[in-house]
Nanobody
């Protein structure tokens, strides 16, 4: 049984930083591209970042490049999302997701992801 469990969310002031973690179990972690998505109230789920096996390549939505950093520890089956300089518009539920690695994965398409965590709330106060 595959499980993705996010942690690290909470309330943070604008300009602050938060690191989200996602622990995966029940799958061969190194075979999967790991992604982060977010969904704000009343909005569609949107891609935030993705990382391939061993951290060989990373991908970000344009608006978070230079602000967020995705990383992974394949030995610990964990993917991280460091979020700096947070803004109120970053407020959302953040989801971890896993997509079986292949050459033609569209990282930004949530339909490409096979497994999802339950999400963790990040609220940025102004």
């Amino acid at each position: 049984q595959v499980q993705l469990v996010e942690s690290g969310g909470g309330l943070v002031q604008a300009g602050g930083s938060v690191t989200l973690s996602c622990l995966a179990s029940g799958l061969t972690f190194s075979n999967y591209i790991m992604g982060w998505f977010r969904q704000a109230p009343g909005k569609e789920r949107e891609f935030v970042a993705a990382i391939t096996w061993g951290g060989v390549s990373t991908h970000y939505m344009a608006s978070v490049k230079g602000q967020f950093t995705i990383s992974r520890d394949d030995a610990k089956n964990t993917v991280f999302l460091l979020m700096n300089s947070l803004k109120p518009e970053d407020t959302a539920v953040y989801y971890c997701a896993a997509s079986y690695d292949s050459d033609d994965v569209d990282y930004e398409d949530h339909y490409e992801y096979d497994y999802w965590g339950q999400g963790t709330q990040v609220t940025v106060s102004s």
